[in-house]
């Protein structure tokens, strides 16, 4: 675990523009930012015209198709992204505050994200120097390659749960391939990437290869997702939006990936340690105060065991220390917004109504450190049933359900009752039944006695609705790149196909 900050250090009330075409410019209007942890008045932050999304499109296709950054070497690139990921770590404790002050999350994990984000340029940057293509024996007298290309100009557009992490996971594959790009992050948490930005512009990236442009989804994205200059949009976010890309892509049928939502079960069997199983389940769903994609937010559990897991999870619970993310002790930081915090109370209110019980939590912790804060204490249900609404949608909160299970099929069943397949876990001691269960889970992401651990090398993505696609590992280069064959014929002879 990265060392904790004392007190904020960063100035935040400064200037916050857009980054186009190698320059910082403000935009046609300005947006109010407001500290999650206070809810006080935070920054404010330029927000891009329509002029200003197309003069940002318009410069990547043009450092694209004309700019230096696409004809480097891979090596050229790679030490680029090296040096970049230095900087990241010369400047974590400063991008980690801004992020805490931003998004709200505890400083441990905004210090965990700045080194997770610089080594996903780290790993891209040597990945894109090892071979990538084919060659194939085909018939004489042809020799044949299959090679990597990237795709050109990449909209990249991001949520606001790990801004700056989702940025890094956005270019570093999409640089390292030799795209270029239009990243728009989103309108509440743009403040570490805008410095992203920054710390490109001194390292002298060329004009054009990113534009960060600012504002709301659809004002800034849309456009981003339906431009015929773009030929590749990248999407995390929810489901809902995901649609909408995926539609506005249609225009010129550009490739799309989408990293949507998530309703991730973890299924614990009674053979599994229980207080080890109960310290996963906290893991799982709290960490980010549950704002993350592949949260744990189903635990299913055998019914053996069920009333005691419960029991443990509450008393957890009631321990976690809540608080605004800058503080080095909190624990759980606030929501992200007045909007994230009025959703998650409303299906808190949803879970009551449909007969859930609540059996922690469910209400917004008091205390002079919070007052004005957008915080919710941890919150259990129990007594669910499959089909109520806060077992089947992504609630992005620090609120778990807790459904029971008789047999292992029953367990398979729950697990898989979702239109999400993004993530999973099973806890157990029998590793024949870790195996089959974790097999017939269907989600990209499963972990057998564990939860989030994620690695840049390994792909990332989701089945159903939860996305098209992977993100990471050697996968997520390749979603960068497009696929060529060259044959070269080494003896040209007439074909006579058709008569001389
Ligand atoms: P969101 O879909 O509301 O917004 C995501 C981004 O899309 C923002 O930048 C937003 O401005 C933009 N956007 C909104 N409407 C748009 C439109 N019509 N056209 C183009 N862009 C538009 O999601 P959110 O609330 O910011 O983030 C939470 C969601 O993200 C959750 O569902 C979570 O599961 C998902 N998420 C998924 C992953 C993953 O890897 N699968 C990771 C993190 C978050």
Request: charged share 20%; with cysteine; aromatic share 8%.
């Amino acid at each position: 675990m990265a060392p904790t900050l004392a007190a904020p250090t960063v100035k935040v009330d400064r200037k916050w523009q857009l980054w186009i075409n190698g320059k910082f410019e403000d935009g046609v209007s300005e947006r109010q930012l407001f500290n999650p942890g206070n809810g006080k008045p935070l920054a404010k932050v330029a927000e891009a015209g329509p002029d200003q999304v197309e003069k940002a499109v318009k410069a990547a296709r043009n450092a694209f198709d004309h700019g230096p950054w696409p004809r480097l070497t891979a090596l050229e690139r790679a030490q680029f992204l090296f040096k970049l990921a230095d900087k990241i770590d010369e400047n974590a404790s400063e991008l980690a505050e801004i992020e805490t002050l931003n998004m709200g999350k505890p400083l441990r994990e905004t210090q965990y994200d700045m080194a997770d984000a610089a080594n996903c340029f780290r790993y891209y940057a040597g990945l894109v120097t090892k071979p990538l293509g084919q060659t194939v024996d085909v018939p004489a007298p042809s020799v044949t390659s299959i090679v990597r290309e990237p795709i050109g100009v990449c909209g990249q557009i991001i949520p606001w749960n790990y801004p700056l992490l989702m940025a890094a996971w956005k270019l570093a594959p999409a640089l390292a391939a030799g795209n270029t790009c239009i990243l728009k992050p989103s309108e509440y948490t743009p403040l570490s990437v805008i410095r992203l930005a920054e710390i490109l512009a001194e390292l002298e990236l060329p004009e054009g290869v990113v534009n960060v442009v600012l504002g709301d989804g659809p004002k800034v994205g849309q456009p981003i997702a339906e431009s015929i200059l773009v030929d590749k949009i990248a999407f995390t976010g929810s489901v809902k939006t995901g649609k909408l890309i995926a539609a506005a892509a249609l225009t010129n049928l550009k490739k799309v990936t989408l990293e949507l939502g998530g309703k991730s079960p973890m299924v614990v069997f009674d053979d599994f340690n229980l207080d080890t199983a109960v310290d996963y389940a906290l893991f799982a769903i709290y960490c980010n105060a549950g704002q993350v994609c592949s949260a744990g937010s189903r635990m299913i559990v055998h019914k053996s065991i069920h009333d005691q897991f419960i029991k443990k999870m509450i008393e957890r619970s009631k321990k976690i220390k809540v608080g605004p993310g800058i503080e080095p002790d909190t624990e759980m930081g606030p929501l992200v917004s007045a909007q994230q915090l009025k959703r998650v109370l409303e299906y808190i209110e949803i879970g009551k109504s449909e007969g859930a019980k609540l059996e922690v939590g469910g209400d917004q912790p008091q205390g002079e450190s919070l007052s004005g804060g957008f915080y919710v204490n941890p919150t259990i249900f129990s007594n669910v049933k499959p089909e109520m609404r806060i077992v089947q949608e992504e609630i992005f909160g620090q609120v778990v359900v807790v459904q029971k299970f008789d047999n292992e099929k029953e367990a398979i069943e729950l697990a898989n009752g979702t239109q999400f397949g993004l993530a999973g876990a099973v806890f157990t001691s029998d590793v024949s039944r870790a195996h089959r269960v974790v097999k017939a889970i269907k989600a990209g992401i499963t972990w057998v006695n564990g939860y989030h651990n994620t690695y840049n090398e390994c792909p990332w993505g989701g089945y159903k609705q939860s996305g098209w696609g992977r993100e990471l590992g050697t996968y997520g280069l390749d979603a960068y790149t497009e696929l060529k064959q060259i044959n070269i014929n080494l003896d040209p002879q007439p074909v006579n196909w058709f008569q001389p």
